[in-house]
């Protein structure tokens, strides 16, 4: 299908990154936007905080988290366009950034076929997010030259036989009900057994929870997680001689999960 031509009469919308969920973790220029937003289509792993930024908005949940029923993809396109068509700014709150995992690349053929004018803003991907809250750069001199962001959860009818990423430091993405398989798969492809594992629950949120372990640990799996947990895995990850964890800075029950 060729793209409609340009509909002037409508609106613009803005695929905006959220972040990872703290209220200022999101752009100045995201922030700005959902000040002025007439609608605002957020994903579940938006958080009530980030939606105090647009009291004047139409908010409208449009996401899903495990297990829980979903919008359609399909139905969250056709609410785009038609709130496109009534509304001067619509807003698609997406967490972490829209281009990463975000189901970006629908939602703008969508727009784009329909001839509406669409724009993304950027947000800081967990991934980094949980690296800057752990202390644990994802690259280090000597040692981690590349990383791999990936998940191994696949579309329907996709196989799931994914290989995992050769990279020095991995970092998986909906990974939590995925660590038992993961780890087998690293292990047989030879990473070492102690190879350092670090998990990362509700980044950057009051609930934040640091889980440092080894692969095989991660072989036992992840159970007691409930909330968005992103795992990161590989040398880099392994703690400096001199870190120490800042536990008097965490919240309760993360310094009872470090010290379990
Ligand atoms: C559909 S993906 C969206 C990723 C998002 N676009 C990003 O850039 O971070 C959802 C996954 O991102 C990770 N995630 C998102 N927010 C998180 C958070 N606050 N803490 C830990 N993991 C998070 C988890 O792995 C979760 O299963």
Redesign the pocket.
């Known amino acids: 299908m060729q793209p409609s031509h340009h509909n002037s009469k409508a609106g613009k919308v803005y695929l905006i ?1 959220a972040g ?2 703290a209220a200022d973790l999101i752009t100045l220029r995201g922030a700005r936007l959902l000040a002025q937003a007439d609608v605002v289509l957020h994903d579940a ?1 938006v958080t009530e905080e980030m939606l105090e930024l647009c009291p004047q908005a139409i908010k409208i949940a449009v996401g899903k988290r495990c297990g829980k029923l979903s919008t359609a993809q399909h139905f969250i396109n056709k609410q785009l366009i038609d709130n496109a068509q009534k509304h001067a700014i619509v807003v698609r709150l ?5 281009m ?3 189901r970006a690349d629908e939602e703008l053929s969508a727009l784009e076929l329909a001839g509406i004018e669409v724009e993304v803003v950027p ?1 800081i ?2 991934a980094l997010a ?1 690296a800057a809250a752990t202390r644990q750069p994802l690259t280090k001199r000597g040692v981690a030259r590349s990383v791999a962001l990936f998940t191994s959860s696949t579309a329907p009818g996709e196989s799931n036989e994914t290989r995992v990423p050769d990279s020095d430091t991995l970092v998986q ?4 009900k995925e660590a038992i398989l993961t780890a087998q798969r690293l292990l047989a492809a030879g990473r070492p057994a102690d190879w350092p594992v670090v998990v ?6 009051a609930d934040q929870r640091i889980l440092r372990l080894q692969l095989s640990d991660l072989e036992q799996g992840l159970a007691d997680c409930e ?4 795992v990161m895995m590989g040398e880099s990850l392994r703690t400096r001689d001199s870190f120490t964890e800042q536990q008097s800075e965490l919240p309760a029950v993360t310094r009872a999960y470090l010290t379990a």
């Open positions: 990154g990872p969920g792993l997406k967490g972490g950034d829209p990463l995992f975000g947000g991907t967990t949980a993405y909906m990974g939590g990362v629950e509700n980044c950057s949120r909330g968005p947990v992103l």
